[in-house]
């Protein structure tokens, strides 16, 4: 089997709805602000059954809105994971509140109850709860202990979008929850966020600071009483998000049906580790297809890496945890399992747009590299 193009770790698909509803937006100059936006936050709130949505321009504006609307004490602790990218970290910081990293789990490369109880103490006022990759953290006994101490909860659903924890989707829970809509996320609109949540005085303070804090007053406009970021989303995005909505089942069944034919030809490879596909509480949806080496090929990530580009094979190394970050953390801390994955992990293409015969030519270069 030969494959002459390069095959990237993504390829977005972009459908037929998504160039109605642009077409739609050019045709009657609604570039910036239009219909397709309210439509697009009423949509995507509905589907999660929250109240309210709010769209902003990307994951990382999504967090650092949500963690703003809390108003947390200056200098309290936010719990978050170190296996995660770095945007979780620096919601926390821009809010002039104090990290708190928790160490993964080897199976399921996520947070859990008992590593988070940990980390709790009497100024933890925040857990960020981040679903890793595609499987969901799971949540039941954190949300109870969280509701407990009157500690507050943003559930970062970027890399589950349409996957449910239990009988409820993803991002669906805690106070606040937020998604990113990048190019390689389930539901993309090239850049773009969203914020949902069912309080009233979240939403409305969320939809002040993602718009610089201008007042409603038509007399009052630029009379400002908090600091806010521009951070919205223009209506031609909101356009491609509502076509991708009208995808999402397939979109979801694909990936599902992507990771689990992976897994099952990958898990046969020696001195391979894998993420846990499915739990008691959930599947894996396979936002990427993660690899973790171990035995003879333990360090050897980039050689292996190396060796897939020359066969045409995009991969991207797995994130660098955030207590080994310097800009972040510079006190010694020991957190094994985030840095064994992180310094032995990759994904490999994983994207919607892989074709049947792509994939199984990944299966068989992975296996002629890795003997």
């Known amino acids: 089997m030969k494959i002459n193009k390069f095959i990237p770790v993504n390829r ?7 160039k109605k509803f642009l077409l739609d937006a050019f045709n009657k100059n609604q570039l910036t602000s239009g219909p397709h936006l ?3 936050e009423k949509k995507f709130a509905s589907i999660h059954n929250r109240k309210y949505g709010i769209s902003v321009s990307n994951g990382t504006a999504a967090l650092e809105v949500a963690l703003k609307s809390l108003n947390l004490k200056r200098n309290s602790e936010v719990i978050i994971p170190s296996f995660s990218i770095i945007s979780t970290a620096l919601c926390v910081v821009k809010n002039n509140l104090k990290p708190v990293f928790v160490d993964c789990d080897l199976k399921t490369w996520n947070v859990s109850y008992a590593k988070v109880k940990k980390k709790i103490t009497k100024k933890t006022s925040a857990i ?3 679903h890793i990759y595609g499987l969901p953290v799971d949540m039941k006994k954190i949300l109870t202990f969280a509701k407990k101490k009157k500690i507050k909860i943003i559930e970062d659903a970027a890399e589950v979008i349409g996957l449910k924890y239990k009988n409820r989707l993803c991002g669906s829970y805690g106070d606040i929850s937020t998604f990113s809509f990048y190019a390689n996320k389930h539901i993309t609109t090239g850049e773009g966020g969203m914020i949902l949540t069912n309080n009233k005085n979240l939403y409305n303070k969320c939809n002040s600071l993602k718009n610089l804090c201008f007042k409603k007053s038509y007399y009052k406009r630029f009379v400002h009483e908090d600091i806010g970021w521009n951070y919205r989303m223009s209506n031609i995005q909101a356009a ?5 909505l009208k995808n999402i089942k397939k979109i979801v069944k694909k990936k599902i049906e992507t990771g689990n034919y992976f897994y099952d030809k990958i898990k046969e490879i020696p ?3 894998l993420q846990t596909n499915k739990t008691d ?3 894996n949806i396979y936002w990427v297809f993660g690899i973790v080496l171990k035995g003879k090929y333990k360090n050897k990530k980039n050689e292996i890496m190396k060796k897939l580009l020359e066969l045409g094979i995009e991969t991207r190394p797995f994130f660098y945890p955030m207590h080994k970050q310097k800009v972040l953390n510079k006190k010694r801390i020991d957190l094994p399992n985030s840095e064994y994955i992180s310094k032995n992990g990759f994904y490999i293409p994983s994207g919607l747009g892989l074709k049947k015969k792509e994939i199984k030519y990944v299966v068989k270069c992975l296996k002629e590299i890795i003997i």
């Open 12 to 18: 977005p698909v972009i459908g037929i709805y998504e």
């Open 38 to 40: 309210s439509k697009f």
């Open 128 to 130: 960020i709860i981040t």
């Open 240 to 244: 491609i998000g509502l076509g991708q």
């Open 271 to 273: 001195y391979l580790m």
């Open 281 to 283: 509480y959930s599947k």
